[in-house]
């Protein structure tokens, strides 16, 4: 006999899990590409997160450039939304498991789509 403080009622259905999953994908995608190939991603992303967040970003060699503020937009935020995404979902919580899921997802691709596909007096 298991003893379990979740209802049954609480876990996602099937489909529910496959889009959590897929968006945890996605997350932990882009922060690997971003730690893992910087030299040929940089190209795309240095000028649009620089302009969001107004501040230059400087990737040296070393591990202790990887805290600093706008460098950790891309790849702690896609981090912590797949962990909580996970967390929430495990619970039940599918909305805050959602949230936590697409919010880093939707964020940077405002922001890329917002810096390359509109007009450049509206930056």
Avoid at 28 to 42: G, I, T
Avoid at 92 to 113: D, E, H, M, R, V
Wanted: hydrophobic share 50%; net charge neutral.
């Amino acid at each position: 006999m298991a003893i379990s403080y979740i209802s049954e009622a609480a876990h996602l259905s099937e489909r529910q899990r496959r889009l959590l999953n897929l968006c945890g994908i996605v997350n932990a995608s882009f922060a690997v590409v971003v730690l893992l190939a910087w030299s040929s991603v940089q190209l795309y992303l240095i000028e649009p997160i620089e302009w969001a967040t107004w501040r230059p970003i400087t990737r040296s060699q070393d591990l202790m450039s990887l805290g600093e503020y706008p460098f950790v937009i891309l790849w702690l935020l896609p981090l912590l939304g797949m962990f909580g995404g996970f967390i929430f979902g495990a619970a039940g919580k599918s909305k805050q498991a959602y949230f936590c899921a697409t919010t880093p997802i939707i964020l940077i691709a405002g922001i890329l789509c917002w810096y390359y596909f509109l007009p450049q007096d509206w930056h």
